[in-house]
C-alpha cells in the first residue's frame, strides 16, 4: 500500500515537471497552430539560463524566474519576428522544417558556447532535497517544480480570460478569420503569443536544472515528452497539459516500478494507444487533430 | 516492350534524368579519384536512394512520416541477425527484413493515419523510438551484442566486396530501383490518387479516392525500399548498433534532404541527398577548427534559410525560375505559369 502511495505521488510529482516542459508549446500550437519543433531547444536555454543566473550571480533560478522568463519573452518576440513571421500561413512542412533547422543551430550554439558537459547546481541544502510526510518521501524540487506549472497555467489562463489581449489571442486561436473580422490583428496576437511561449518554456527549464541535468541535446528529451503530453491532454487545452502531464507521470513511475527497462517505452506506447482511441486528446476538441492542421 | 517505348516517347524528361542517372552512376566511380569521394558517392548515393523511399510516402503522398528510421534499422538488423548467426544470404535478408517492415508498417498505420500532417509524424516519431528501445530491452532475454559487426568475408553470396565501385554500383542499382517505383506510383492514376489526397483529403474521399488503401499502399512500399536501404547500408558500414540505426536524426535526414531537394517530385530527394551529403562533408571541413558544433550551427541556419526562401526546395526554385524566364521570352506561354512548382509533371 504504502509503495503504490509512493509510487502514486512520485509519479504525480513527475507529470508537474512533465506538464511545465509542455506548457509554451501546447500554447503556441493552441494559438498560432504551429508545431514548434525547437521547443525542446527553448527548455534547453532556459535551463543554461538558471544554471549561469546561479553561477554568475547566486540568485536561485526560483527566484530568478520572473527575469528568466521576462528575457525569454523578448527571445519569443524576436522567434516570432525573425522566423516564424515568414512561416505562419506556409505549409505546415516549412514550419516544421524551419523550426526544426532552428533547433539543430541552437543545439550546436549550445555545445559551441558551454561544451557538452553535463551541469547541475544544488539551490537547496542537501537536507531540505527531500521531505517526509506520511511516510511518504517528496521531493523538494519535483514539489516546487509542480507549484510552478500549476501558477503558470493558473496564470496563463487567467490572462486569457481577464485581459482584452488574452481574449483577443483566445479568439485568434478559436477562429482565425472571424477574429480578423472583429478587428483583431493576428500579427500582433502571435506576437504576444510566442513571447509568453517561449517565457514559460524558459521559466520551466530554469526550474528544472536543479533537478535535471542541462546539457546541448537535453531538449531532444524534453519535446518529446512535451509533444506526448500535449497530445494525451487535448492539442491547445491549458488545463489539458497538467492532466497530461499528470498521467504521463504516474505511468512512467508505475511502469518504471515494474520493468525500469520499459520505462521509456511507455511514453510512446501510451501515446500511440490514445491516438488509436481518442485522437483529439483527453480535453481536446474533436476533430481539432485535423482541423488545426489545414 | 511497345509499351515502354510509348511511354518514354511520351514522358521524354523521364527518360533524360534516369538515363543520365545510369550513366552519371556507370561512370563516376570511374572519376572519383580517390577513396575520399567515392566513399561520399556512395553514401551520397545510398541516401538519395532513402529519401527517395521515404519521399513515397512523405512526399507523393504527403504523410509525414518521422518514423522511418525503424524500417532503416529493422531491414539493417534482419539481414545481419541472418546472416550472422544463420548463414543466410544478404540478398534474401534483405527481403525477409523488408517483408518484416511492411508489417510493422501496417500495424503502425492503424492508430497514425487517424491523424494528420505533424501528429501523423509524431505517431510514427514515437513508433521509431519505441523499437529502439524494445530492441535495447531484447537484449535482457536474448544473447545480442550492443553492436553487430559483419565479418570481412567478400564474395557476391556474402553481399561484402573488397572495392569500393562494387557498392557505388549497388547503391546506384539502389536507387535505380526506388526511382523506378516512385516513377510507377507517382505516374497514372496511383499517382493522381495520391496527389488528390495529399492536397486535400477530405475532398479526395468526398470524389471517391480509396483514401486509406492509397496512403497505406505508399506507406507499405515506402518502409520495404527504405528498409533494402538499411541492408546495403549495413553491408558497406559492416557494423550496426541501435544508436547509429535506430535514431530520430535519420528520420529528420532523409525529409530534410527531400525538403532541400524538391519534396514530392522525383528529383527532388535526389538533388537533395546529392547536395546535402557533400555539403555536410564540406562544412566538416571549413569549420572543423572553429570548435565543436559550428559546422552544425551553419548547417542548422542554412537549412533555416532554404526551408523558408525556397519552401518548394531547389527543384521548386529552378522549376520556377525557369518558367519566370521563359514566359518573359514568349508572353503567349502565360498558362505554364500557372502551374504549381515544384509539381514534376
Not at chain 1, 257 to 268: V, Y
Request: glycine share 12%; charged share 10%.
Amino acid at each position: 500500500m504504502q509503495t503504490v502511495l509512493q509510487l502514486l505521488v512520485s509519479g504525480i510529482l513527475l507529470g508537474g515537471v512533465y506538464a511545465l516542459a509542455a506548457v509554451g508549446l501546447n500554447l503556441i500550437f493552441g494559438v498560432a497552430k504551429v508545431v514548434n519543433f525547437a521547443h525542446g531547444e527553448f527548455l534547453m536555454l532556459g535551463m543554461y539560463a538558471g544554471y549561469w543566473l546561479m553561477v554568475k550571480t547566486g540568485i536561485n533560478p526560483y527566484y530568478g524566474a520572473p527575469m528568466i522568463g521576462a528575457a525569454f519573452f523578448v527571445l519569443g518576440v524576436l522567434f516570432y519576428a525573425g522566423l516564424m513571421r515568414f512561416t505562419i500561413y506556409k505549409p505546415e512542412m516549412t514550419q516544421v522544417f524551419a523550426t526544426l533547422g532552428l533547433g539543430i543551430a541552437l543545439q550546436n550554439l549550445a555545445l559551441l558556447m558551454w561544451s557538452a558537459d553535463y551541469r547541475t547546481i544544488q539551490v537547496l541544502p542537501a537536507a531540505s532535497e527531500s521531505v517526509s510526510a506520511f511516510g511518504l518521501t517528496l521531493s523538494t524540487n519535483r514539489l516546487i517544480g509542480f507549484g510552478f506549472a500549476a501558477a503558470l497555467v493558473s496564470g496563463v489562463l487567467l490572462f486569457m480570460r481577464s485581459t482584452f489581449l488574452g481574449r483577443a489571442i483566445e479568439a485568434v486561436s478559436q477562429d482565425l478569420v472571424a477574429a480578423r473580422l472583429m478587428g483583431v490583428d493576428p500579427n500582433k496576437v502571435f506576437v504576444v503569443t510566442f513571447g509568453i511561449g517561449i517565457a514559460l518554456t524558459g521559466i520551466a527549464g530554469a526550474v528544472l536544472v536543479p533537478s535535471f541535468y542541462a546539457f546541448p541535446t537535453v531538449g531532444s528529451f524534453f519535446v518529446l515528452v512535451a509533444f506526448v503530453v500535449v497530445v494525451l491532454g487535448g492539442l491547445g487545452s491549458m488545463t489539458g497539459t497538467i492532466l497530461g502531464g499528470l498521467i504521463l507521470g504516474v505511468v512512467e513511475s508505475v511502469a518504471g516500478f515494474l520493468s525500469p527497462d520499459l520505462k521509456e517505452a511507455t511514453h510512446f506506447v501510451l501515446l500511440i494507444l490514445l491516438l488509436a482511441a481518442r485522437p483529439h486528446g483527453i480535453l481536446g476538441v474533436k476533430g481539432a487533430e485535423k482541423e488545426a492542421l489545414k | 516492350m511497345s509499351v515502354l517505348k510509348r511511354y518514354l516517347l511520351l514522358r521524354r524528361s523521364d527518360a533524360l534524368g534516369m538515363g543520365s542517372l545510369v550513366v552519371l552512376v556507370l561512370l563516376l566511380p570511374h572519376f572519383a579519384g580517390n577513396d575520399y569521394y567515392l566513399n561520399l558517392m556512395i553514401l551520397a548515393l545510398l541516401y538519395a536512394g532513402l529519401a527517395s523511399s521515404w519521399n513515397i510516402v512523405g512526399g507523393i503522398a504527403g504523410q509525414f512520416s518521422l518514423g522511418h528510421t525503424a524500417f532503416f534499422g529493422i531491414g539493417a538488423y534482419t539481414s545481419t541477425l541472418l546472416f550472422n548467426y544463420a548463414g543466410v544470404t544478404p540478398w534474401l535478408g534483405m527481403l525477409a527484413g523488408g517483408v518484416i517492415s511492411v508489417v510493422f508498417a501496417w500495424l503502425i498505420a492503424y492508430p497514425a493515419f487517424r491523424m494528420r500532417g505533424v501528429f501523423f509524424g509524431m505517431t510514427t516519431l514515437a513508433f521509431g523510438e519505441t523499437v529502439r528501445i524494445l530492441l535495447i530491452y531484447s537484449r535482457k532475454h536474448v544473447e545480442l551484442p550492443y553492436g553487430l559487426s559483419i565479418n570481412f568475408k567478400p564474395g557476391l553470396f556474402n553481399m561484402v566486396f573488397e572495392d569500393r565501385w562494387s557498392y557505388a554500383y549497388l547503391a546506384g542499382a539502389y536507387l535505380f530501383v526506388v526511382l523506378v517505383v516512385a516513377m510507377m506510383l507517382s505516374r497514372g492514376y496511383t499517382g493522381f490518387y495520391l496527389r488528390a489526397l495529399r492536397d486535400n483529403e477530405d475532398a479526395a474521399e468526398a470524389a471517391g479516392v480509396p483514401v486509406r488503401a492509397y496512403k497505406l499502399l505508399a506507406f507499405v512500399v515506402s518502409a520495404f525500399l527504405t528498409s533494402i536501404g538499411g541492408t546495403l547500408m549495413a553491408q558497406y558500414v559492416m557494423y550496426i548498433e541501435p544508436g547509429t540505426v535506430f535514431t530520430i536524426s535519420f528520420s529528420v535526414d532523409l525529409a530534410l534532404m527531400t525538403i532541400l531537394g524538391g519534396v514530392g517530385t522525383l528529383a527532388g530527394p535526389v538533388i537533395g541527398a546529392l547536395i546535402a551529403l557533400p555539403l555536410r562533408e564540406f562544412l566538416v571541413e571549413a569549420f572543423g577548427n572553429a570548435g565543436a558544433g559550428t559546422h552544425q550551427l551553419v548547417y542548422g541556419l542554412l537549412l533555416v534559410v532554404v526551408v523558408v526562401l525556397l519552401p518548394q526546395g531547389l527543384k521548386g526554385g529552378f522549376t520556377s525560375l525557369r518558367l519566370r524566364l521563359a514566359s518573359q521570352r514568349k508572353p503567349a506561354a502565360q498558362q505554364d505559369a500557372s502551374l504549381p512548382p515544384g509539381d514534376s509533371r
